[in-house]
């Protein structure tokens, strides 16, 4: 298990909200107020980002559950979110795709989780959900873009190493890394789904100095495993572009892509 340290996730939770598309957002919660009894199943919940995004614009009575294999970010999500009635938590491996609890659910969500997955991953997931006529809500997919306001003469190889990095196996077979959403596209079109596709890049300035700290800090060890650069590169590298976040008109972009796929209205859609 790679372990997602709580402290990064509620960094990057304001970021995330911040950056979901609202289009994607509003076509989803108008698919689920005409649900006569919503349900979603949050994977990968973490400490429960899409749920605390999500839920107010939801009718009350929408069901969660909210899934994870970490005991630890789950323990954090029930700790958060308390023990609201509509709530469940499980603790889930999704190489587990057959038992995923999805009785009476219509669309499975998640953030910031299909770039860790493979391909193969999210043929399987899109077989499975396909089958059942279940709908999916995939947020905040890393896209391999990085922009910075401030060109320093480093910036793409280290994209270009921690891009590498994105693509090795998390647990959940060779990840997708930037391809996640496209993806996610393929297969659920592949089964008749209507997929809407939008961009959610976070957008840095000094306001968020924390977390663009915290996600250059994130460059060190991918890049040092995955090499192309040296590691007195990588540090000298690391120290201008901390000091840069606080130079005037600083700004960091960082690419990602929602994906939203819903079966087409007459019946199920199959494989
Ligand atoms: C980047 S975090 C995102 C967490 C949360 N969705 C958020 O947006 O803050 C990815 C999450 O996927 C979970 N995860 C990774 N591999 C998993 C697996 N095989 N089964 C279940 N959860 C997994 C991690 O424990 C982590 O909580």
Known sequence: MSGFDKSWLSLREPADRQARD???????????????????????CGTGSTFRSLN?????????????????????????IGAAPAV?????????????????????TASALFDLCSDR???AFAAHLAQLGCGVYAAL?????????????????????????????????PA???????????????????????????QMDRNQAALQRAFLEGFREPCLEVGGVSENELEAWLIWRIAAIDRPESRCI????????????NGPASG
């Open 88 to 108: 469940r938590f499980s603790q889930h491996d999704l190489n587990d795709l057959a038992h995923l609890p999805l009785d009476g659910v219509q669309v499975v």
């Open 22 to 44: 609202k289009g994607l957002v509003a076509d989803l919660c108008r698919y689920v107020r005409k649900q006569p009894e919503p349900s979603l199943l949050d994977i990968g």
């Open 254 to 265: 960082v690419g990602h892509k929602d994906v939203l796929a819903l079966p087409e209205v």
């Open 176 to 202: 997708l890394g930037p391809d996640a959403a496209e993806s996610l596209e393929r297969h659920f079109a592949g089964h008749g789904f209507s997929v809407k596709t939008a961009e959610s890049p976070w």
């Open 56 to 80: 107010r614009e939801l009718p009350p009575e929408t069901q969660w559950h909210l899934l994870d294999y970490d005991p630890q970010l789950l323990q954090a999500a029930v700790a958060s």
């Open 121 to 123: 991953f999210c043929a």
């Open 141 to 173: 997919n890393y896209d391999g873009q990085v922009f910075w306001s401030h060109a320093h003469p480093l910036d793409e190889a280290v994209v270009a190493a921690f891009n590498i990095h994105q693509r090795t196996d998390k647990g959940l077979g």
